[in-house]
């Protein structure tokens, strides 16, 4: 007598592979995207640190932003935020880690005496529509 399998039991092992293969796929798409997040806080925590020195440093004022005429915008990646002469407060600002674009920055005051740095989380607070940022952190001071 040959043992082989028959064709419903390869279907069914099959199937459960399929089921096993899926479950696995979404729970490594979440554990990207937390870690893109948690990537996305640190580069906004970093910023705001040297935001920060660069307030003391250049006579208590917060750097004008990347828009037109000093207004808010996307920090340009790779850019380094100067106070005159001194050495760069942030030698190369971070992207984002999925598309690659600079986070948002919003200056206040007239002149500047705080902002907020912003970015789009991917597993927080998704109700918001797609290209608004929904996670900000603000000046110190």
Excluded: H, W
Excluded at 6 to 19: D, F, K, R
Excluded at 45 to 70: D, I, R, W
Excluded at 100 to 125: D, H, K, Q
Aim: a positive charge; glycine letters at 10%.
């Amino acid at each position: 007598m040959r043992k082989s399998f028959t064709l419903l039991e390869m279907l069914i092992v099959l199937g459960i592979i399929a089921v096993i293969l899926s479950v696995l796929t979404v729970s490594f798409s979440t554990a990207q995207k937390k870690s893109r997040d948690a990537k996305r806080k640190g580069d906004l925590k970093a910023l705001q640190n040297g935001m920060e020195q660069y307030y003391s440093t250049c006579s208590y004022v917060y750097p004008t932003g990347p828009g037109t005429s000093g207004a808010a915008g996307a920090l340009p990646p790779g850019s380094a935020v100067l106070c005159g002469a001194s050495p760069a407060v942030v030698p190369a600002v971070p992207s984002d880690p999925q598309t690659g674009v600079g986070y948002m920055y919003y200056p206040t005051g007239s002149p500047i005496s705080g902002f907020s740095l912003c970015a789009r989380l991917e597993t927080e607070n998704i109700t918001t529509p797609a290209p608004t940022p929904n996670y900000c952190i603000n000046s110190q001071q």
